[in-house]
């Protein structure tokens, strides 16, 4: 079911349906959290559904993100991180352990609207991202022991 799905989604966003590529969306759909090209890597090897090595990941990131079928995600890692695209979220990550959870509420259309009626040198606004960063409760609970 999830390989044709993500076939009819690469196939309308004009990218060449490869094992590689649903493959790779399909790692994005059970995890459910940003991952990095090597996370994906290591996920697909244990996995042995697809042979892929590393550099063919990160050609295929490159087009999947060049198409908008998945998006990048800055949370002041080491690593690019990726998600899926399509559903607009945003995320909040501990600081200590690195949990991270996304969350749907999104006050940046509001924020977009009066900065650019402030700005003297933009007029369009195509995207933003909202990343919000603290300790999960389960660190604070440890904290406190």
């Known amino acids: 079911m999830k390989h044709e799905y993500f076939s009819s989604v690469l196939k309308k966003c004009g990218v060449k349906v ?3 590529r649903v493959a790779i969306l399909e790692v994005f759909e059970e995890g459910c959290k940003p991952i990095s090209a090597e996370g994906i890597f290591g996920v697909l090897k244990k996995s042995k559904k697809v042979s ?12 999947l ?3 908008k079928v998945i998006r990048r995600v800055d949370l002041r890692g080491d690593s690019q991180l ?10 909040i990550l501990c600081t200590a352990c690195g949990a991270t ?4 509420f999104c006050i940046a259309n509001t924020i977009e609207k009066h900065v650019v009626k402030q700005s003297k040198k933009f007029k369009v606004i ?6 919000l960063f603290g300790i ?3 660190c604070v609970s440890k904290s406190k022991k």
């Open 82 to 91: 990726y998600e899926l695209g399509g559903h607009h979220h945003h995320h």
């Open 52 to 63: 892929v090595d590393l550099a063919t990941i990160y050609r295929n990131l490159q087009v």
């Open 136 to 138: 999960c409760s389960e």
């Open 101 to 104: 959870e996304g969350f749907d």
């Open 65 to 67: 993100e060049a198409h």
């Open 126 to 131: 195509t995207e933003h991202a909202v990343e």
């Open 18 to 20: 490869t094992k590689q």
